[in-house]
């Protein structure tokens, strides 16, 4: 009998990890080639940003790694032209935990870079702390920065005809909220630093990535650009690098067991960023390389024009 219950035991277990390793997961089905085309991936140094940044390039795009980092970011530039043969792959300094250097990032990239396709706002953290600017760290990485970045490269985005803005969330958006009250006393979307209460405010920093692509597809009706957001999956990458030693230690067998890979990682993004024909979808959330229904919240026409309000008037914009 307990011979039974053991083999059955493992079976299901082989089949869970077969299933979330290899089956679950859909593949972007593009041919699209990106020569001539030039693309910004923010975080393209490692994990899902890596990844998509190499396909990219494997296709033939000016990819452009918009990275805090630059010895982790050359190191990136150089394996990245390895792997894809491309030597149209370039390192510019973006720290979106500083508004001047979102500035003078765009700033730099405008006058030396006649075009811009794509632009991918993958770059993102789960750890408490401050930006330079005195904003919560998560807010002011994982929505803020990527808003300002966004706005001031859009003139360039809409000349270029048909150019498309992927914006990388997460599942987590599901728990999130948005605390304007909090925002303001604290331009932070929630308070506590326990790894509970930064798993949270996380999750609120995702809500903001959905609704910033909500409300943004409405601003870009009428012309050439549209966008998306996302959940890439559940993938083995550095973002718990920063959490509570005891949860990386407690994560480490479930990630290796039912964490997909990078490449795994990139294929929504790159869904987002190639496939033919979802024009018709500007605004939506993608997962598993396939438009989805999101809750109520995630689509609320005044959170996310709030959203945009507060964001202008905190990067000032307005
Ligand atoms: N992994 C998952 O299961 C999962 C699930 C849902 C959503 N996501 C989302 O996927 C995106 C990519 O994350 P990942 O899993 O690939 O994590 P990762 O391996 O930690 O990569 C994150 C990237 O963001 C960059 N970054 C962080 N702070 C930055 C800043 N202030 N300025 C510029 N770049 C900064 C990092 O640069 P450094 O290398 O210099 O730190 C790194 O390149 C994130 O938006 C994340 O929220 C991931
Ligand atoms: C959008 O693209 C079409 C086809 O290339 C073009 O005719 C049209 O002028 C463009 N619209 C704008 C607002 O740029
Ligand atoms: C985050 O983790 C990285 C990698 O372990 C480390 O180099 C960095 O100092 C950490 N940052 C903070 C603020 O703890």
Redesign the pocket.
């Known amino acids: 009998m307990s011979t039974y219950l053991l083999i059955t035991g493992v079976a299901v277990g082989v089949y869970v990890v077969v299933y979330y390793k290899f089956v679950k997961g859909a593949q972007c089905k593009s041919k699209a080639k990106l020569h001539g085309k030039t693309v910004i991936i923010?975080?393209?140094?490692?994990?899902?940003?890596k990844a998509t940044a190499l396909e990219l390039a494997r296709r033939g795009a000016r990819v452009v790694l918009?990275?805090?980092?630059r010895p982790?970011a050359e190191a990136a530039v150089n394996d990245i032209k390895e792997k894809s043969g491309s030597s149209e792959v370039v390192y510019r300094q973006?720290?979106?935990?500083s508004l001047e250097s979102v500035r003078s990032f765009a700033e730099n990239f405008l006058k030396t870079e006649p075009r811009l396709d794509l632009l991918i706002n993958?770059?993102?953290?789960l750890m408490g702390g401050r930006t330079e600017d005195g904003l919560g760290m998560m807010f002011g990485?994982?929505h803020l920065?990527h808003f300002l970045l966004t706005n001031l490269l859009l003139e360039r985005l809409k000349e270029g005809g048909a150019a498309r803005i992927v914006n990388?969330?997460?599942?987590?958006h599901r728990f999130g909220s948005i605390d304007f009250d909090c925002l303001s006393a604290h331009k932070e979307l929630g308070r506590g630093s326990s790894t509970f209460g930064l798993m949270k405010i996380y999750s609120h920093s995702?809500l903001c990535n959905v609704l910033f692509t909500h409300e943004l597809a409405k601003r870009l009706q009428g012309t050439n650009v549209t966008c998306y957001s996302l959940?890439?999956?559940?993938?083995n990458?550095?973002?718990s690098?920063n959490t509570s030693r005891v949860l990386r230690v407690l994560l480490l067998p479930i990630t290796a067991l039912f964490?997909r890979g990078?490449e795994a990682?990139s294929q929504t993004t790159l869904h987002c960023a190639l496939q033919e024909d979802i024009e018709r979808h500007s605004g939506r959330y993608f997962s598993d390389c396939a438009v989805q229904e999101v809750d109520a919240k995630a689509r609320d026409d005044a959170v996310a024009r709030k959203l945009w309000e507060v964001s202008e008037t905190l990067c000032g914009l307005r």
Do not use: Q, W, Y
């Open positions: 923010t975080g393209g140094n490692t994990g899902i940003g918009a990275c805090r980092s982790r973006l720290d979106l935990a993958n770059a993102g953290l990485v994982n920065g990388v969330a997460s599942l987590g995702k959940h890439p999956g559940t993938i990458t550095e973002l690098r964490f990078v990682g």
